[in-house]
C-alpha cells in the first residue's frame, strides 16, 4: 500500500477546516477533486474515516487514530526536504581534504577552525599526503580537494593558489655555515642533508635547485616530519631545509639555527586543486571559497565566484 502525503494532508485540512468546501479552498483545489481523495484514502484503508452530516465533517475512529499518525508523517516528510536542502545548500556535509605538511602545519588549522565555526554542521576530514598522492586522490575522486605546493601538472586539474611560503635552511648552533657571510644554497651542498620522506615537495625542489648547479644532494636520512627532521639536525647528523615560518617555530625549541634561502626557488606557492570545480559537492565548494585569498570567512561566502586559474 503506498499512501500518497497530498491525500493525507488533504484529510488533516478537511479536519482541521470542518468541511471539504472550506478545506478546497484552503488548499486552492476544486472540492471535488478533495473529496475524491478522501473516498480513495477511505478505499486504500479499506474502512471509514469521515462521517458527512448536514453540520460538516467529523471523523470515525479510525479517522482519529490516522490523522495523529498523518501528522507526524507529514512532519517528518517536511524534515527531510528541510535537511535535504541544508546538504544542497551546503549548510550541512562533509569536505574530504587531502594537503601536503606544509599547509597542515602553517595555515590549515586557524583555516579550518574559522570554517566550521562558520558552518557548524560541515566536517573536514583532512589527511596528510606527498603532493603525487594529493593528485592521485584528487583524480580517483578520494578527495574533493587537494592542497600541494605548486608542481607540473598534467592530469587536467583545476587550481586556485592558497598561500605562498618560503624555504631556509636549517643548521646545528655553531654549524659553519651559520658564521659563513653571504651565504647562498650552494655552499650547502658540500654537507650532508637530512630529508624529508620520499615524494616530498620540499625534495623535490631541493634536488632540482642542486641538478641546476651541476651538484647532487648528499641525502644522510630521511624523515617523515618537519620536529623529526629539526631534532636529527640538533643531533648534528646533518642540515635539512623547511619553511622559514615552520624553521621560527622550532628554532628555540631545538637550539638549531636558520639561514634563509635567497634563491627565487626557495618561494613557493601553495595550491587548491579539484577534479572540477563546477561538480564540486556544496559543502566542498564552500570550503574552497572560504579558502581563496580575499574570501569571505563568514557564512555567505558561497556567493562569491570562484576563478579558475
Known amino acids: 500500500m503506498h499512501l500518497d502525503p497530498i491525500s493525507l494532508k488533504l484529510f488533516i485540512s478537511v479536519l482541521e477546516q470542518g468541511t471539504i468546501a472550506r478545506a478546497a479552498e484552503r488548499e486552492h483545489i476544486a ?4 473529496s475524491k481523495r478522501i473516498s480513495e484514502l477511505e478505499a486504500q484503508l479499506k ?6 452530516t448536514n453540520k460538516g465533517i467529523r471523523p470515525t475512529p479510525a479517522g482519529i487514530a490516522l490523522s495523529a499518525m498523518a501528522r507526524r508523517v507529514l512532519r517528518e516528510l ?6 535535504m536542502k541544508e546538504y544542497s545548500d551546503g549548510a550541512r556535509g562533509l569536505v574530504r581534504v587531502c594537503a601536503n605538511i606544509s599547509a597542515i602545519t602553517q595555515f ?30 584528487i583524480t580517483e575522486n578520494v578527495a574533493d580537494i587537494g592542497i600541494f605546493s605548486d608542481t607540473p601538472l598534467d592530469q587536467g586539474i583545476e587550481t586556485l593558489p592558497y598561500r605562498e611560503d618560503t624555504l631556509a635552511l636549517i643548521v646545528p648552533a655553531g654549524h659553519s655555515l651559520a658564521a659563513k657571510a653571504g651565504f647562498r644554497f650552494v655552499d650547502a651542498l658540500d654537507y650532508e642533508f637530512i630529508g624529508l620522506h620520499t615524494g616530498s615537495a620540499i625534495n623535490r625542489i631541493v634536488s632540482r635547485a642542486a641538478d641546476e648547479l651541476k651538484r647532487t644532494i648528499k641525502l644522510k636520512v630521511q624523515v617523515t616530519g618537519f620536529d623529526a627532521l629539526c631534532f636529527m639536525v640538533n643531533s648534528e647528523l646533518g642540515i635539512g631545509v623547511l619553511p ?11 637550539g638549531i639555527r636558520i639561514l634563509p634561502i635567497k634563491e627565487s626557488w626557495a618561494r613557493r606557492k601553495i595550491l587548491i586543486g579539484v577534479r572540477s570545480f563546477e561538480s564540486l559537492p556544496a559543502a566542498a565548494r564552500l570550503f574552497v571559497e572560504h579558502l581563496s585569498p580575499g574570501g569571505d570567512k563568514a557564512p555567505n561566502a558561497g556567493k562569491t565566484p570562484l576563478n579558475v586559474q
Do not use: C, G, W
Open 78 to 83: 517536511d524534515e527531510i526536504s528541510l535537511r
Open 31 to 34: 472540492a471535488a477533486a478533495v
Open 108 to 137: 590549515l588549522p586557524q583555516d579550518i577552525k574559522s570554517f566550521t565555526n562558520a558552518y557548524p554542521n560541515i566536517h573536514v576530514d583532512l589527511e596528510e599526503q606527498v603532493t603525487p598522492a594529493i593528485i592521485k586522490s
Open 47 to 52: 474502512t471509514r474515516l469521515l462521517v458527512r
Open 244 to 254: 622559514l615560518a615552520i624553521a621560527k617555530r622550532y628554532s628555540k625549541m631545538f
